[in-house]
């Protein structure tokens, strides 16, 4: 292997690093090494030398595998992880050499240093996100972390009863028809993203919407190729706040934010102020904490009125989702913990949902309570020209 090496490294330098991710460059390049090697280098060999040599090895198979989201390595042991079950991997040949190989095939192809001059690799690749902090930082090792953002869905109406009740989608479903603002809301993990890649799909196709987001992580173009999507991609040098702003320039009906973060959230504020809608992600312990946080966020440039300010919020947003998850059995259970409406009168809760482990049996059991939507509302969907069948539903509960 040592030869073939060599010879890629003096004959075809620049096809190598190509050869990464792009199919035509790796296969180019293996029939140029056989032809270079003939008679000493196979079909099946040369396939398999190439993955480790210009490929990421036996990462390749974990990149493949449809379920696994998360590869990570933490200076010992390597970790996956899908969207339920997280384990250990054993590899003979896996080690800190080898994971700073892959690391090291990624910063080539982006052109970006990785050594103890520039300790911290940050950089995306087609669907691929990595994240590598060097032994400089790291004493215990080199630690690397690698996303596979899935350009599909993970949560589906097929699955959407582990979630939440089919009543909760059905709501959500006809109020974003219309137009709405919603906040989701939840720690890391919750399945926020997941959620809102779900609902764009009952967004009408002919609505324009924006999507900022700081990694490539939904696909939302792939996912709705139909739709009307500008998605936007936060660079360096360029902050959330000018995204939102450019994005109010282009007449969007909605303004899509991955995650609302620092003071731009108070630009999302003014778009909705302004008549545009919006759906965003926010990290949060509970629906009812995202105002304060958002307050709080607000003030960290802006002088504000508290008082006028979440009086705004209560009036012109719409929606609040919470999610929460519990872990047994090793496989982890997402859901909607709870739904608020946002009324003048303050929060109202339209759903919750308690998922509980029991200590000794490890059984999950579960309570859902539903409440009603306000009058606003439903008058609201009427004029559009649906019926809302919420509080017609949970009577019959």
């Not at 919407?209 to 792939?222: G, R």
């Not at 090793?330 to 608020?340: H, Q």
């Not at 919750?352 to 309570?367: A, G, N, R, W, Y």
Request: net charge negative; with cysteine; hydrophobic share 35%.
């Amino acid at each position: 292997m040592a030869v073939i090496e060599d010879s890629i490294n003096t004959d075809y330098p620049e096809l190598s690093v190509k050869a990464l991710f792009d199919k035509q460059a790796r296969e180019t390049l293996r029939i140029n090494l056989i032809k270079d090697h003939k008679g000493r280098l196979s079909e099946d060999a040369s396939h398999r030398i190439l993955s480790e040599i210009v490929g990421l090895g036996f990462f390749e198979e974990l990149i493949k595998d449809e379920s696994i989201t998360d590869i990570g390595y933490n200076g010992t042991d390597l970790w996956v992880k899908t969207s339920d079950t997280k384990r250990r991997m054993h590899h003979p040949d896996l080690n800190e050499a080898y994971i700073l190989k892959i690391i090291q095939r990624f910063s080539n192809y982006v052109h970006q240093e990785f050594s103890e001059k520039s300790p911290i690799l940050n950089a995306q690749l087609d669907n691929i996100r990595i994240n590598a902090i060097h032994r400089k930082l790291s004493p215990t090792g080199t630690t690397m972390s690698m996303r596979h953002a899935r350009n599909r869905l993970v949560l589906t109406h097929e699955n959407w009863h582990q979630f939440a009740h089919d009543a909760v989608f059905d709501l959500l479903d006809l109020c974003l028809k219309i137009g709405i603002n919603l906040v989701i809301t939840g720690e890391v993990g919750t399945g926020k993203t997941e959620l809102q890649k779900l609902l764009i799909g009952s967004i009408p196709d002919d609505f324009k919407l924006i999507m900022v987001e700081d990694t490539l992580e939904t696909h939302l173009k792939d996912i709705y190729p139909d739709k009307d999507i500008l998605s936007w991609l936060v660079a360096p040098g360029f902050s959330h706040t000018q995204f939102i702003k450019e994005a109010l320039r282009n007449d969007p009906v909605y303004t899509v934010l991955s995650e609302a973060r620092d003071h731009a959230i108070y630009e999302i504020h003014q778009s909705v102020l302004s008549g545009h809608k919006i759906l965003l992600t926010a990290h949060s312990v509970n629906a009812r904490a995202f105002i304060p946080r958002m307050i709080g966020m607000t003030k960290q440039k802006f002088h504000v009125d508290e008082a006028s300010l979440k009086q705004e919020i209560l009036r012109y947003y719409d929606f609040g989702i919470h999610l929460d998850k519990r872990t047994v059995h090793g496989k982890t259970l997402r859901f909607i913990s709870e739904v608020v409406e946002y009324t003048d009168a303050g929060l109202q809760t339209l759903y919750s949902k308690d998922v509980t482990i029991d200590p000794q049996t490890q059984h999950l059991s579960e309570t859902q309570q539903f409440y009603p939507l306000s009058d606003a509302m439903v008058d609201r969907l009427y004029k559009y020209g649906y019926s809302p069948q919420w509080n017609e539903r949970i009577k019959e509960r």
